[in-house]
T-cell receptor
Framework: GAVVSQHPSRVICKSGTSVKIECRSL??????MFWYRQFPKQSLMLMAT?????????EQGVEKDKFLINHASLTLSTLTVTSAHPEDSSFYIC??????????????FGDGTRLSIL | QKEVEQNSGPLSVPEGAIASLNCTYS??????FFWYRQYSGKSPELIMS????GDKEDGRFTAQLNKASQYVSLLIRDSQPSDSATYLC????????????FGQGTILTVHP
């Protein structure tokens, strides 16, 4: 169990385009979803934490108006990169976890979306 | 001081040997510890979770946790070329529930 599906896997688009990425937990209810960005040869950088039915919590330095996150249900979160520019080109990865008591459950990652802005 | 530290490597071991990956963390309140494997161009894949002191074994993988020393390790026995990847240590709990703090990753190369 614990399968997370992320779409699309790759996006190539022109500067100024808005891009929407979907993240779905297929076989469990994800109380919390996370969005990461990863640049080449670097570790994952957490962008925001998303809880179902509430506003996302953004990490310091991440523009909430640029990276819109919606967590409408226990199985779906979306990240929209608005008016994307070449510097937004990166590997975007979502993850999801179940909340079970006080112990932090592992996060399960989607396959990632490689975004290239021309 | 980084919150989660790993030796970035690269660590190179011959096929069939034991690969030993180490990780230290700074938040004493941390409760959950994870090892992820990430192949180049792919997303991380969970290998092991460990929550209490001691060893936890799963197939060729053994995770070791020592909370007093704030140290967690991953041993890979009978290493295979397919184990060549970046291994990420991740820590959760403490000051922020649910969020993972990642180390920078150790690059492992298993050569035939």
């Amino acid at each position: 169990g614990a399968v997370v599906s992320q779409h699309p896997s790759r996006v190539i688009c022109k500067s100024g385009t808005s891009v929407k990425i979907e993240c779905r937990s297929l076989d469990f209810q994800a109380t919390t979803m996370f969005w990461y960005r990863q640049f080449p040869k670097q570790s994952l950088m957490l962008m925001a934490t998303s809880n179902e039915g509430s506003k996302a919590t953004y990490e310091q330095g991440v523009e909430k108006d640029k990276f819109l996150i919606n967590h409408a249900s226990l199985t779906l979160s979306t990240l929209t990169v608005t008016s994307a520019h070449p510097e937004d080109s990166s590997f975007y990865i979502c993850s999801a976890s179940k909340r079970q008591g006080p112990i932090n459950q592992p996060q399960h990652f989607g396959d990632g979306t490689r975004l290239s802005i021309l | 001081q980084k919150e989660v530290e790993q030796n970035s490597g690269p660590l190179s071991v011959p096929e069939g040997a034991i690969a030993s990956l180490n990780c230290t963390y700074s938040d004493r309140g941390s409760q959950s510890f994870f090892w992820y494997r990430q192949y180049s161009g792919k997303s991380p894949e969970l290998i092991m979770s460990i929550y209490s002191n001691g060893d936890k074994e799963d197939g060729r993988f053994t995770a070791q946790l020592n909370k007093a020393s704030q140290y967690v390790s991953l041993l890979i026995r009978d290493s295979q070329p397919s184990d060549s990847a970046t291994y990420l240590c991740a820590v959760a709990g403490g000051t922020s529930y649910g969020k993972l703090t990642f180390g920078q990753g150790t690059i492992l190369t298993v050569h035939p």
